[in-house]
């Protein structure tokens, strides 16, 4: 049974890059079924899609955030990363790591990991 | 792109039904059959509960149901339990290979 467990800074500076990892068990990033997908939410809101990357290397991203967001694979760890450059306060918020499944274009969230909170603060 | 409608909250009885509706538009909900539902307890990571509009994953029990009309996706919880309390969300594919999920909806169990 596949899990997924992300990890990194809880506490980042405004200005600064946001940098989480999702570490897989329990099977393959590189199996080509799945995407691998980030998403967020800000405490007491509702969740934001944030992005996802195929085993491919292709990526797709939430227009929101676009400019800010790189989403990288590493295929030998099986791990897959999350940046975010230039955060606010407004970043603030529990990321959720979770495996993409099903068909084209959908793969959808199904499982996920139990999330990392992460503060922007001086 | 934006978020999905769903009402704030909704409450019921045990043994009742209650219904979530999520409002999107022809670019996501009513574009494609891809809206799925999750369960979110407090402190806990969402749970998929409902995908493809409305088909349920193993292991979910069959109180739970979902339908979809034009750009109004609705989930349909019968039976209520008190175990059934907490939030859900809505997920539809909006289309250029992007995700757009609902604002949330709290129910209460009575």
């Known amino acids: ?122 | 792109q934006s978020a999905l409608t769903q009402p704030r909250s909704v409450s019921g009885s045990p043994g009742q039904s209650v219904t979530i509706s999520c409002t999107g538009t022809s670019s996501d909900v009513g574009g494609y059959n891809y809206v799925s539902w999750y369960q979110q307890h407090p402190g806990k990571a969402p749970k998929l509960m409902i995908y493809d509009v409305s088909k349920r994953p193993s292991g979910v029990p069959d109180r739970f149901s979902a339908s979809k009309s034009g750009n109004t996706a609705s989930l349909t919880i019968s039976g209520l339990q008190a175990e059934d309390e907490a939030d859900y969300y809505c997920c539809s594919y909006a289309g250029s290979y992007t995700l757009v999920f609902g604002g949330g909806t709290k129910l209460t169990v009575l």
Not at chain 1, 99 to 106: F, K, L, N, S, Y
């Open chain 1, 1 to 122: 049974q596949v899990q997924l467990q992300e990890s990194g800074p809880g506490l980042v500076k405004p200005s600064q890059t946001l940098s989480l990892t999702c570490t897989v068990s329990g099977g393959s990033i590189s199996s080509g079924s799945y995407y691998w997908t980030w998403i967020r939410q800000p405490a007491g809101k509702g969740l934001e899609w944030i992005g996802r990357i195929y085993p491919s290397g292709s990526t797709n991203y939430n227009p929101s955030l676009k400019s800010r967001v790189t989403i990288s694979a590493d295929m030998p760890k099986n791990q897959f990363s999350l940046k975010l450059s230039s955060v606010t306060a407004a970043d603030t918020a529990v990321y959720y790591c979770a495996r993409g499944a099903g068909i084209q274009p959908w793969f959808l969230p199904d499982v996920w990991g139990k999330g990392t909170t992460v503060t922007v603060s001086s």
